[in-house]
């Protein structure tokens, strides 16, 4: 089996040789290829990346965030399996040879992915920092769907797609410059059963660039922010956009995942109204109480695809049940040029 390596790469000089060194360095017999794309880096990247020309495939773009580069990398490759590698992780030199028997064991299987090791900017292992409490493993295209599309799974630099898998995941939606695995991940597992190795097969780089690195002790899983006049929309500013950006995301989330659905021929109807936290803090930004979102909650179920009518009913009454209960908001002023008036409402 081939195996194709997309890397995407912004202004991470001190890190990118590193990780093309540790798929260079893979234990793995069959054949590889490396596709880098630098992402219009501003530092170096494009001067360390020189030096492997010849061993991998380096492409340089405009500036247009991690989504677009994957999908470059994407475009390039030719491989039976595709693995995504952060620019500032690094793999074991058994990775490759440990999924790519996973994938050849079980042809059904769409995804692989493995536990991490997270360590410190220098190498150093953080054993104390949590990537992810859940796990999924086998077919979980049902508990996906009515989970709204949670996260179960591990950054990117774990991620392992079949050929035929990954010609539905991608292309991606550029509009999220990062957090790709946020929309790989999930769609992969809504298209074939998925399979979790135990062992930590790459180290997880955790430093100051990393989107969520540290956030409340908790490692999450985004990539490195753009700077300047291109950053990432979906970026927390003194914490209170957390609410909005989640909001955002889970929107992009589920129109991206709707249209792999339809790519695919699989059932869709997709909504982020069947996210409880979605729900909570729509409420909190707009002032309102949940249960005046009962309407987006029955019509959100009512179109879920891919599960039986109980299960529908199911999902309803577990949101309804929470946005009923749930108190009413207190009001708080909100940030110039935020929501629509000068104060909006959240819940104690």
């Not at 059932?267 to 803090?281: E, I, N």
Request: proline share 7%; aromatic share 6%; net charge positive.
């Amino acid at each position: 089996m081939k195996a194709s390596v997309l890397v995407p790469a912004h202004n991470y000089a001190r890190f990118v040789g590193e990780a093309v060194d540790s798929v260079l360095a893979q234990d793995y017999d069959g054949p590889v290829e490396c596709i880098v794309v630098d992402d219009g880096s501003t530092d170096g990247t494009p001067e360390v990346l020189e030096a492997y020309r010849g061993r991998v495939t380096c492409i340089r773009q405009e500036n247009r965030g991690m989504a677009a580069a994957l999908n470059t990398a994407y475009a390039a490759s030719s491989g039976d399996i595709v693995c995504l590698l952060d620019a500032d992780d690094v793999w074991r030199p058994g990775k490759l040879s440990t999924v790519t028997e996973v994938l050849r064991s079980r042809p059904d299987v769409g995804l692989v992915y493995h536990e991490v090791e997270t360590v410190a900017d220098r190498g150093r292992s953080v054993p104390d920092q949590v990537v992810a409490s859940r796990t999924a493993d086998g077919d979980v295209r049902r508990l996906v769907r009515l989970k709204c599309l949670p996260w179960m799974f591990r950054p990117t630099s774990t991620l392992c797609l079949s050929r035929q898998v990954a010609g539905h995941v991608f292309p991606l939606a550029t509009v999220l410059r990062g957090n790709a695995d946020d929309l790989v991940a999930p769609a992969a597992a809504l298209l074939a059963p998925v399979r979790f190795v135990p062992e930590p097969l790459s180290r997880y780089r955790i430093h100051g660039e990393n989107l969520w690195a540290g956030r409340q002790g908790t490692v999450g899983h985004g990539d490195s922010r753009t700077p300047g006049p291109a950053a990432d929309p979906f970026e927390d500013v003194d914490g209170w956009e957390e609410p909005r950006r989640y909001c955002r995301l889970l929107e992009v989330k589920t129109a991206y995942v709707n249209s792999v659905m339809e790519r695919a021929g699989e059932p869709a109807g997709f909504s982020p109204w069947l996210s409880w936290t979605y729900v909570k803090h729509r409420s909190r930004m707009e002032g309102v109480p949940p249960r005046r979102y009962v309407r987006e909650i029955l019509r959100a179920a009512a179109m879920l695809g891919g599960v039986s009518v109980p299960d529908r009913l199911a999902v309803a009454v577990r949101l309804l049940r929470r946005a009923l209960k749930h108190r009413e908001p207190e009001t708080m002023a909100a940030p110039a040029g935020v929501g629509g008036g000068d104060r909006v409402r959240r819940s104690r």
